[in-house]
């Protein structure tokens, strides 16, 4: 009974040093943000157009340089307002991964809504830049929207450099360091 107690005593006092001892987060400094966000309709599809900004930190530039892939996943929510709520008109999302060839001293981004397009650069400025601008993505058909009607489109991204597994994160929970989210962005107009 005792070494039981002292062996719960040991991670205990383990998981209190690393608590204690851990860094400050480094996103706290600069938080991620959306930034001019234009809703248009273009052709036969309504959509938007914006930038992430402060989405690096220098982790995860380190990171990214030390040959870790990074996904961004942006999130898209058009709804409509009713009487007394807000019915969705459309809800998904889409990722954005970079990823640094080490051999080749180059950047390669995907895109999840350009499947057939990987672009591939040896200037890390301009692959964050192709990371965090969103230019002219579809959200929905314009015949699904109705004249004269009201309407709100949000926009979130979620960065996230680490994927652990559920239970290593309760364990690891400093790792989570590494993801951050923006705040929704949200626009109304009338279409």
């Not at 938007?48 to 990214?64: T, Y």
């Not at 990823?99 to 301009?126: D, I, S």
């Not at 993505?137 to 991204?157: G, N």
Request: hydrophobic share 45%.
């Amino acid at each position: 009974m005792k070494c039981w107690l002292g062996r719960i005593s040991f991670f205990f006092f383990l998981f209190a040093a690393i608590t204690i001892c851990s860094p400050a987060p480094v996103y706290a400094l600069n938080k991620a943000e959306i930034s001019d966000m234009e809703v248009s309709k273009s052709g036969k599809d309504l959509e938007v157009s914006f930038h992430l900004v402060d989405c690096f930190n220098s982790d995860m530039e380190e990171a990214i340089l030390d040959g870790v892939p990074t996904s961004f996943r942006i999130i898209v929510s058009l709804e409509k307002p009713s009487l007394f709520l807000r019915s969705k008109v459309a809800d998904f999302s889409v990722r954005r991964t970079i990823k640094y060839n080490r051999l080749n001293n180059e950047f390669q981004v995907e895109l999840q809504e350009h499947p057939q397009t990987a672009l591939v650069t040896k200037n890390f400025e301009e692959a964050k830049r192709w990371m965090s601008t969103v230019e002219n993505l579809p959200v929905v058909p314009t015949c699904w929207l109705a004249k004269d009607q009201e309407y709100y489109l949000s926009v979130k991204a979620e960065l996230s450099k680490v994927g652990l597994p559920l239970f290593l994160r309760y364990i690891l929970f400093w790792v989570s360091l590494w993801d951050f989210e923006t705040e929704w962005h949200t626009v109304m107009f009338l279409y």
